[in-house]
C-alpha cells in the first residue's frame, strides 16, 4: 500500500486529481490482493497434457468464448501473469523445457535464459514495420517449418494478436483519423527507431478521440483475424492442441475509479482469465523426446527494446 506523507497531502490538496489516482492505486491493489487470495498462482501450462500450446497474446476468455468457431472443448483457467513478462517468468523461468520448442512473436521472450528451451524461433525479424507488430500469417509459416523441423519436440506458438496494434477495418479507420503515437519505419540497416507524433490508444480513447465500442470492435476483429489463421494451422500440425493465452486486456472496464485499458499493473477477471481449448479430435499424439539444447540467435538489446516499444510495452 502506498506510503502517504504530509507533502504528498499537500500535493493532493493542491491537485484533487492527484488523490484521486492515489486512491485509485491503492483500490486496485487490494483488488489485486483479494484476487490472488480467491484464485491462487494460476495455472502451470507447462505440466499439462499437450503436444502444441498456441498462445494468444492479450486474449480474454470472454471474447474468445463468443467468437472461436474450432471444434473442441472449451474451459476457464487463471493465467499465472496479468502482463507477458510476468507470465514468462511464471510459466518458463528457471525450468529445463527441453523438449520443447518456442515459437514466438512476442519480444519478452528474449529476456528469458537461453537454455530453458530446445530452441526459440523468434520472429522479431518479420516485424511488419507499417504496423509495428508481427502478423499472424508469419507466425503460421513459421511454425509449420518448426514442425517439420523438429517433429519430436512439443510446440508452444506465439501469435502476438489480439494485442494492439489492432488488426481489421476497424482499427485501419481508426489509424486514418487518429493519428497514433508510435514508431516511424526504420531506416536502411540502421535499427533505430523515431518516434512519431500523436497520442496512445489508450490516451486517444481518454479524450474521446476513439470511443471504448470502437476499440473493443478492433479488439475482436483482430481476435477473429488470428482466429481464422490457427484454424488453418491446426490442419497442418499434428498433436493434441491448446489454444490459451498468455494474459487478458482491459478494455476500459472499471479497475477501481477510473477506467482501465490495457494490462496495466492490477489483477482482475478481465487480465487473468484466459480460455483453456482443447482442440478436436486429438487421437494424433507427437513423439516427444527432451534432448540438450542446441540454442539460437539472440537479438541484439536494442531492437528488442524497440519492438517492446513500438508494442507499448514500458520497460519491466
Known amino acids: 500500500m502506498p506510503k502517504y506523507t504530509l507533502s504528498s497531502l499537500k500535493k493532493a490538496v493542491r491537485d484533487p486529481s492527484l488523490a484521486v489516482g492515489e ?40 471474447y474468445f468464448r463468443n467468437q472461436v468457431n474450432i471444434s473442441g472443448e472449451l474451459e476457464r483457467v487463471i493465467s499465472p ?5 510476468e507470465f514468462m517468468q511464471q510459466t518458463f523461468a528457471g525450468r529445463e523445457l527441453h523438449d520443447t520448442v518456442y ?77 497514433l503515437k508510435g514508431w516511424d519505419k ?19 480513447v481518454e479524450e474521446n478521440k476513439v470511443t471504448i465500442d470502437e476499440l473493443r470492435k478492433a479488439y475482436s476483429q483482430s481476435l477473429d483475424i488470428v482466429l481464422e489463421e490457427v484454424e488453418g494451422l491446426i490442419q497442418s500440425i499434428p498433436g493434441k492442441t491448446i489454444i490459451s493465452a498468455d494474459h487478458g486486456e482491459m478494455l476500459g472496464e472499471r479497475g477501481a475509479i477510473t477506467r482501465q485499458f490495457g494490462h496495466p499493473k492490477m489483477y482482475t477477471p478481465e487480465l487473468r482469465v484466459v480460455p483453456w481449448f482443447l482442440v478436436q479430435p486429438t487421437d494424433s499424439r507427437r513423439d516427444v523426446e527432451p534432448e540438450e539444447p542446441i540454442g539460437y540467435e539472440r537479438l541484439d538489446d536494442e531492437v528488442v527494446e524497440n519492438r517492446l516499444a513500438a508494442l507499448g510495452y514500458t520497460a519491466e
Open 81 to 85: 501473469g496479468a502482463r507477458s513478462w
Open 186 to 204: 526504420y531506416h536502411g540497416h540502421s535499427d533505430k527507431k523515431t518516434e512519431r507524433d500523436g497520442i496512445s490508444l489508450w490516451k486517444a
Open 103 to 179: 515459437v514466438t512473436a512476442n519480444p519478452h521472450t528474449e529476456k528469458l535464459d537461453s537454455n530453458i528451451f530446445y530452441t526459440v524461433e523468434t520472429l522479431l525479424d518479420s516485424w511488419n514495420q507499417d504496423l509495428g507488430t508481427v502478423l499472424p500469417e508469419n507466425v503460421v509459416s513459421a511454425a509449420i517449418e518448426a514442425n517439420a523441423n523438429y517433429p519430436n519436440k512439443r510446440l508452444i506458438i506465439h501469435f502476438m494478436q489480439p494485442h494492439k496494434p489492432h488488426l481489421g477495418p476497424t482499427a485501419e479507420q481508426i489509424r486514418q483519423r487518429v493519428e
Open 23 to 62: 486512491i485509485d492505486q491503492a483500490l486496485c491493489q487490494v483488488r489485486s490482493w483479494k484476487f490472488e487470495a480467491q484464485h491462487g498462482p494460476g495455472i502451470d501450462m507447462m505440466e499439462e497434457d499437450w503436444d502444441v500450446l498456441i498462445l494468444l497474446d492479450a486474449c480474454r476468455y470472454d
